[in-house]
């Protein structure tokens, strides 16, 4: 079994920025991609970025520019790097890992929320 964890979220003005992190742990597993997702309130999840084995990355075309997904191998973790975050950014943030088999394993979400 394969365990997510985030940390880095939490409360923030307009134009700054957070750091998420999601650690992998458990069972060892063949990585596809890791990626994070988002979900704000009466919303559906959404994909935020996404970074493959190949250091391939996706971004949705709303954080374009603004957020920056890495990974440490090593440490079976990756990163967002989240700058000028705007109150639309407010959701909680979900670590994805899917697997060579397509499996799926989640986070449990942080919540980041932008306000003055």
């Known amino acids: 079994q394969v365990q997510l964890v985030e940390s880095g979220g939490g409360l923030v003005q307009p134009g700054g920025s957070l750091r998420l992190s999601c650690a992998a742990s458990?069972?060892?597993?063949?990585?596809?991609?890791m990626g994070w997702y988002r979900q704000a309130p009466g919303k559906e999840r959404e994909l935020v970025a996404s970074i493959t084995s190949g250091d391939s990355t996706n971004y949705a075309d709303s954080v374009k520019g603004r957020f920056t997904i890495s990974r440490d191998n090593a440490q079976n973790t990756v990163y967002l790097q989240m700058n000028s975050l705007k109150p639309e950014d407010t959701a909680v943030y979900y670590c994805?890992?899917?697997?060579?088999?397509?499996?799926?394993?989640w986070g449990k979400g942080t919540l980041v929320t932008v306000s003055s």
């Open positions: 994805n890992l899917r697997s060579s088999f397509f499996i799926n394993y």
């Open positions: 458990g069972s060892s597993v063949s990585i596809r991609v």
